[in-house]
């Protein structure tokens, strides 16, 4: 007698076993033109927004890193917040040890602040890897709020 799927076992809507896809598809968009930076990884879609080359929603700016909106919010409150260089996941930005993940964590708390969604509470996500859901591979906290959030997470 089988038993029913789980909610992670199944594939997400529109999913052909590779979990979500990369928004930026094959090719960076901006790859093909001139571009500004003296630093980071020149395909990196969230490198080029710590560059100022991609435009972004900034929330809030500080010396190593950025908080922008999400532009497909998943929640009334959805910023992203990045360290300006480059690591792949949290884990490689955790390994540096250089009090860089405590800045970010710090910064998504400081966003929750601005946005005023501190008190009623919200959620900090780090996606990682293939089955984490995660897509751009440019470590990144998502700061959720606004809204009840459900557990267990799909
Ligand atoms: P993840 O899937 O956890 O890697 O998160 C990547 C997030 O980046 C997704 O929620 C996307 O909606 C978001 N995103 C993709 N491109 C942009 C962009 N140009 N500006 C802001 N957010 C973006
Ligand atoms: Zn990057």
């Given at each position: 007698m089988g038993?029913?799927?789980?909610?992670?076992?199944?594939?997400?809507?529109?999913?052909?076993?590779?979990g979500r896809q990369s928004p930026l598809g094959n090719k960076a968009p901006w790859a093909s033109r001139d571009s500004n930076y003296d630093c980071g990884v020149p395909e990196c879609l969230f490198c080029g927004i710590a560059a100022g080359d991609v435009p972004a929603t900034k929330v809030l700016d500080s010396e190593r890193t950025i908080a922008f909106?999400?532009?497909?919010?998943?929640?009334?409150?959805?910023?992203?917040?990045?360290?300006?260089?480059?690591?792949?996941?949290v884990g490689t930005l955790a390994a540096a040890g250089d009090g860089l993940l405590d800045e970010v964590v710090a910064q998504?708390?400081?966003?929750?602040?601005?946005?005023?969604?501190?008190?009623?509470?919200?959620?900090?996500?780090?996606?990682t890897g293939r089955e984490g859901g995660q897509t751009v591979a440019h470590v990144h906290a998502h700061v959720l709020g606004g809204r009840p959030m459900a557990w267990p997470p799909g």
């Open positions: 038993t029913a799927a789980q909610p992670w076992e199944t594939e997400p809507p529109g999913g052909q076993g590779q909106r999400d532009i497909s919010p998943q929640a009334p409150v959805h910023v992203l917040v990045i360290p300006k260089s480059h690591y792949p996941n998504a708390h400081k966003v929750a602040v601005a946005e005023g969604i501190e008190d009623r509470g919200y959620r900090v996500v780090f996606n």
